[in-house]
């Protein structure tokens, strides 16, 4: 089934054929560990997700990579303001997943933080979209088959919102390999974003990338300066390096908390501006660092989203 409109992917559920699958057995799938041998780009809804785990406005889509010849999957949440409203725009914040390989399915329980805000008054009615990171998760891999994860993210799925949606302004964040995926990428598009916010990310092996010729291991080798630190150094060399609010997001029982201390060292000494957000004794979970530091997070984005006017009385 083709999405025409973003609207229509606010209805996509409804008409979705569902695989059948058993809560017993979507548990059982949850605790195995996926593999690149388990990679799809397309990842819709089982029967038991949609009734026991979508969170309210979240719906799932699909778009023709052209460069790949190939559908990709991604969630989508809608504030209620987009069908109530609907000669108004609204802000987007892409949430880059963690793990590898990537699936779309991963992080869209985060929207029940982002529906409960808005419904408090803690932030504007804010687009956000849950992408698949490609089989080496938001990095370009041209050693895999259709492994330009984020080359399909820049140029393919970002265009493709901003043509079936009602959009404004657009930030980026992720947590764990999504961290690192955007910090890799707010870096190397900084114009694209209004803010970015990479969490709980690993600049431990994205360190050992820099120090090793691009090899984080015997098997994964990137291109040489294709990793957080170096693309920090060029990014550090542009004019507009103090343009992009940035903030490093972390929790301090995480096993990557010290290195994105040393992370953070490294942006000063470098002398790019930002933030830190530190949720106390909270372990590497994306989820558990939005129950402590969520509200936050969401709010940093708010800052550099423009307003929505108030209604005339």
């Known amino acids: 089934m083709k999405i025409s409109s973003c609207l229509a992917t606010a209805y996509f559920l409804v008409a979705l ?11 059982k799938q949850k605790k195995a560990k996926p593999t690149m041998a388990d990679f799809k780009w397309v990842n819709p809804p089982t029967r038991w997700q ?12 699909t778009f023709k990579s052209e460069s790949m010849n190939l559908d990709v999957g991604y969630y989508i949440y809608l504030p209620e303001a987009y069908k109530k409203q609907p000669d108004r ?22 929207a029940t933080y982002v529906d409960a805000a808005i419904k408090a008054g803690d932030i504007q009615p804010t687009i956000y979209v ?5 089989p080496m ?9 259709n492994g330009f994860g984020e080359d399909v993210f820049i140029k393919e799925l970002i265009p493709h919102i901003k043509k079936t949606c009602r959009t404004r302004e657009m930030a980026i964040e992720g947590f764990s390999q999504g961290g690192r995926g955007t910090t890799r990428i707010m870096f190397r598009h900084p114009e694209l974003f209004t803010s970015a916010a990479p969490g709980g990310s ?25 990793n957080a630190w170096d693309l920090a150094e060029d990014y550090a060399m542009r004019e507009d390096k103090a343009g992009l609010p940035i ?56 800052k550099y989203f423009a307003q929505p006017a108030k209604a005339k009385k």
């Open 89 to 110: 725009s609204f802000p987007v914040v892409f949430h880059l997943h963690g793990g590898r390989p990537g699936s779309e399915s991963k992080s869209y329980k985060l």
């Open 50 to 61: 949609v009734e026991n785990a979508i969170p309210p406005g979240v719906s799932h889509g």
């Open 202 to 226: 690993g600049y431990e092996p994205e360190k050992r990338i820099q120090e090793n010729e691009g090899a984080e291991s015997e098997d994964v080798v990137f291109a040489p300066r294709d």
């Open 247 to 302: 903030l490093l997001w972390c929790g301090t029982a995480g096993f990557n908390y010290e290195f994105n201390l040393k992370f953070s060292d490294y942006l000063n000494e470098l002398g790019i501006p930002h933030e830190t957000l530190m949720a106390k004794d909270v372990d590497h979970s994306a989820t558990r660092n939005y129950d402590q530091t969520g509200k936050e997070l969401m709010q940093f984005h708010q």
């Open 137 to 145: 998760s938001w990095y370009n891999y041209p050693q895999i088959p």
């Open 17 to 27: 054929s569902f695989p059948v699958e058993s809560g017993a057995q979507e548990k």
């Open 130 to 134: 849950f992408p698949n990171g490609g």
